[in-house]
DNA sequence: CGGTATTTTGAGTATCGTCAAGGCCAGTGG
DNA sequence: CCACTGGCCTTGACGATACTCAAAATACCG
């Protein structure tokens, strides 16, 4: 996992877009134009990348790891309302200040664009634009997901839901997802006191939950942040009405996975 | 902020944008554009203005009325995720299919771009682009705060953010808000059902919550649907560590209206 | 004015939050 | 190498809160 720093160095850096598939499919000229304007950078968990309120002079993407976007409360309580993996992208091109702090869940990698120029290039970048574009728009409809699930009444509901959307939306992503034959394999770097804030409820429920679903079957607990899905289609009944279409996901999912 | 209408009579009414000031500070020559792909329409309560999975052929910003962004569950019950009020956009623009479904939740009007027509001119127009991308920005941030919200774990105190977010957010939309003296007036056309579903909760459970507060003398029920706030720092009380930066945002609000 | 839908209220039960204690693991220091 | 310590997860018991079901009151509409 851990990158030589010397690799950084040099012709990696000008041409090393090849870490970030999104990009992909870019012309050649934008891309170059982008790893001209490109950095890395690495965190430990538990690093701060944005202050809330911060006005930061970068645009980011994940290129490893799991960022964890958290609102931090007058009390002090820190209240989790999203999480970054590969290949997402922050930042507020355009706009003012950061409304929401972002710290690293895992230990996590980085490619930063200096906001000024890249906010240049998307107005001078049809295809970016578009990328930009649909990613927000993709963001935002996975909050809404969450708010889906928040709704739902029961904890084991909520997790249920937290569980699939995480097979369902990382189902690609290496780090998180395995799939030993029919049954998924997650494992989930986060705290049960980050979890339970990011499902609406305290350890303790949570804890039980977690439990809960093992006893039935429905998972199989190999560590504290490692589960194994065994009964998907009852993680889709418990998660109830929550996830938008779970029928049609799911038949995606089975379709990706067979 | 406001514009006087008159003012715009030459490039925008004579088109007929002059109703919708979030496009005000567009060049003549977009304005043209836009006005020439535009549309309006009307829809009485209750009415779908897009379904879910339908890919719509335009892109539309709410001129009068309110909005729900709803998602329909595998049972056949309905949980929003959002309202759209005046100057809100809302589209999937250069994307599939929606994912929620959109519904009438007042008599509303709309005003609708082709979509084609539209994305091209976002390509072309840095200004409109700009425009869209921050629409969408705040949005996210709005569907970040409904999570906050929704984690409360009390009723009472998810009804105050609720609330709050409303004073806050639609304080100069004056269908919703109206400012006698120092108080707020609430006019919320949604049943309480609808409301319950908002909040994560029931009707029932919701009614209690109304009436918990007008008993604490936070809040006056003038009808089922319209509410005179009170004691606007008790409601961020209760509200607790529901708003990102409760204070910041009750101090934009004190400076709006003194 | 009457009929219907919506809101409100009440009583009982389930779930969850709270407080407290025990267990597990890792890092530390003797 | 082992005991100790601290953090995190887990478990248990209790009280508060919210959901369920049912009925009454109110508002809305013709």
Chains 1, 2 share one sequence.
Not at 56 to 84: E, K, N, W, Y
Not at 157 to 184: E, H, M, N, S, Y
Not at 224 to 245: N, R
């Amino acid at each position: 996992m851990s990158l030589n720093s010397s690799d950084l160095s040099g012709l990696a850096t000008a041409k090393g877009l090849g870490d970030l598939p999104l990009f992909s499919k870019l012309p050649p000229s934008v891309l170059d134009e982008l790893s001209r304007i490109s950095g890395r950078r690495l965190y430990g968990a538990g690093q701060t990348v944005v202050h809330a309120q911060e006005v930061s002079d970068f645009v980011g993407c994940v290129s490893r790891g799991i960022l964890r976007v958290q609102a931090t409360m007058p009390d002090g309580q820190q209240h989790i309302v999203g999480l970054l993996v590969e290949n997402d992208l922050f930042g507020r091109v355009f706009d003012g200040p950061h409304k929401f702090a972002i710290e690293a869940a895992t230990d996590t990698e980085i490619r930063t664009f200096r906001r000024g120029p890249f906010e240049d290039l998307l107005t001078h970048s049809v295809e970016l634009e578009r990328l930009v574009l649909l990613n927000i728009l993709n963001e935002l409809d996975r909050a809404r997901e969450w708010m889906l699930l928040l709704a739902n009444h029961r904890v084991t509901g909520r997790l249920a839901g937290f569980l699939f959307i995480l097979c369902r939306r990382w189902g690609k992503v290496t780090d998180v997802v395995q799939v030993p034959g029919q049954t998924f394999e997650l494992e989930i770097p986060v705290s049960r006191t980050d979890l339970a804030q990011l499902l609406g409820t305290r350890p303790e429920s949570l804890s039980r939950a977690v439990h809960a679903l093992a006893r039935s079957g429905i998972i199989r607990i190999e560590s504290p942040y490692k589960f194994e899905i065994l009964k998907f289609d009852a993680l889709v009944e418990l998660a109830g009405g929550d996830a938008i279409d779970t029928n049609q996901s799911f038949r995606t999912l089975q379709q990706r996975f067979g």
